[in-house]
Structures are given as structure tokens and as C-alpha cells.
């Protein structure tokens, strides 16, 4: 089976425009992550999906960032009136393992975020 | 969640040369986890260590997590080209949490 999938690849915003990044896990996954990885930096969590649940946002910066997963598999990161802060790469990542500790995460090929 | 510290920020080394990373911590780690992530690519699940003390390898790879569960390394024994990349470690904050916290990785270069 295929890996993780995302979509956009390359995604460049004009300050104040809403974009949708799209993330395909693996096929069976219930576990699901979002990153955001800023250059020269590590992974950032910023939200986790158990199925069509989503049990941590913690990490989401600000309002303007909205998560979902409405069938339990594809999801959706919306980032909305987006700020030059908001550029970077938007990780997805799937685990077969669900709750804490779920162990290896299989990562996403990412979206890469430019706000010009 | 933790902060993981991890040292050097970079390393260079010469092609057959040996190479390690660390990864400390100012309180006692759950788990620990190693990924890897080639220039321009995602981060790739390398392994994961609980146990204090635990040792792991993959064939030139040492994984190593302290006794006190506030460390752990990873050691690349006679490097090749093909280990360029950034080296991260991550843990689970704790109990209940699902926030992976990485540190900042570790940048090898291999020098031919």
C-alpha cells in the first residue's frame, strides 16, 4: 500500500487568504497527526485525530487554524486570513497504534507554505 | 510538554568516521524516540526505547537510553553518505498525552 499522501505539495498565500491542506493517511490508520515544521527546526505538534475524533488541539496556534477528519480517514487543515508566520512546512502523520504512546508515526511528504 | 535538548546542533564528518547525537533532558522520559530526516524529506521512524538502560541496534546504529531515563544517543559507527540527514529524538509528554515533542535534530553531513 501507498504511503501517506498529502496535497498541496507547494502552496503559496497572499497575507489574508484561506488555504485547505489535505492529508491521506494510510489505508487503516485510526491515528492522526498534524506537524508544523518551521526551516532548521523539529516537528511542531499542533493536533491529533483517534478516527473521526479529535482529542488533542492543543497545539493549534491561534483560532485561525481548524482541523478535521469528518470519516476518519482523509483530513483537512485549514489555516484561515493566513500570516506570514504561518509559513512552513505542515506535516501529516498516521499511526496503525491509537491513544498515547502510539508508537512509530509514518510521516507525510508535507506542504510546503509560503504567505507572500 | 518537555523540552528535549539535543547536541551538536550540526556535525561533519569524514566518510568512515564514527558519529554520535545526544539527546538530554532536565526530567525523566517516558519513552524515548529516534526519526530521521533526509534533506528535503519527511521524518522516517528510525526506533523507539522505554526501558532504562535499553540498548537497541540496527546494524551500524546504536540506539541507547541512560539509566535515568534523561538521556539517550544515537551512534553511527563508520558513516557512509547515505546517513546524511537530521537526526531528531522525540517523546510522549506523559501520561494521557498524544503530543510527540521533538527536539531540534542533530545535521550530519558526510564528507567524501
Known amino acids: 500500500g501507498a504511503g501517506v499522501s498529502q496535497s498541496p505539495r507547494y502552496k503559496v498565500a497572499k497575507r489574508g487568504q484561506d488555504v485547505a491542506l489535505r492529508c491521506d493517511p494510510i489505508s487503516g490508520h485510526v491515528s492522526l497527526f498534524w506537524y508544523q515544521q518551521a526551516l532548521g527546526q523539529g516537528p511542531e505538534f499542533l493536533t491529533y485525530f483517534q478516527n473521526e475524533a479529535q482529542l488533542d488541539k492543543s497545539g493549534l496556534p491561534s483560532d485561525r487554524f481548524f482541523a478535521e477528519r469528518p470519516e476518519g480517514s482523509v483530513s483537512t487543515l485549514k489555516i484561515q486570513r493566513t500570516q506570514q508566520e504561518d509559513s512552513a512546512v505542515y506535516l501529516c502523520?498516521?499511526?496503525?497504534?491509537?491513544?498515547?504512546?502510539?508508537?512509530?508515526?509514518?510521516f507525510g511528504p508535507g506542504t510546503r507554505l509560503t504567505v507572500t | 510538554g518537555q523540552q528535549v535538548m539535543q547536541i551538536p546542533q550540526y556535525q561533519h564528518v569524514q566518510e568512515g568516521e564514527d558519529f554520535t547525537t545526544y539527546c538530554n533532558s532536565s526530567?525523566?522520559?517516558?519513552?524515548i524516540q529516534w526519526y530521521k530526516q533526509r534533506p528535503g524529506g519527511h521524518p522516517v521512524f528510525l526506533i523507539q526505547?522505554?526501558?532504562?538502560?535499553e540498548v537497541k541496534k540496527q546494524k551500524r546504529l546504536t540506539f541507547q537510553f541512560g539509566e535515568a531515563k534523561k538521556n539517550s544517543s544515537l551512534h553511527i559507527t563508520a558513516t557512509q553518505t547515505t546517513d546524511v540527514g537530521t537526526y531528531f529524538c522525540?517523546?510522549?509528554?506523559?501520561?494521557?498525552?498524544?503530543?510527540?515533542?521533538f527536539g531540534k535534530g542533530t545535521k550530519l553531513s558526510v564528507i567524501p
Open positions: 526530567t525523566t522520559l517516558s519513552n
Open positions: 522525540a517523546e510522549y509528554s506523559g501520561a494521557g498525552s498524544y503530543q510527540l515533542t
Open positions: 502523520a498516521s499511526s496503525s497504534r491509537q491513544g498515547p504512546w502510539a508508537y512509530e508515526q509514518y
Open positions: 526505547l522505554v526501558k532504562s538502560g
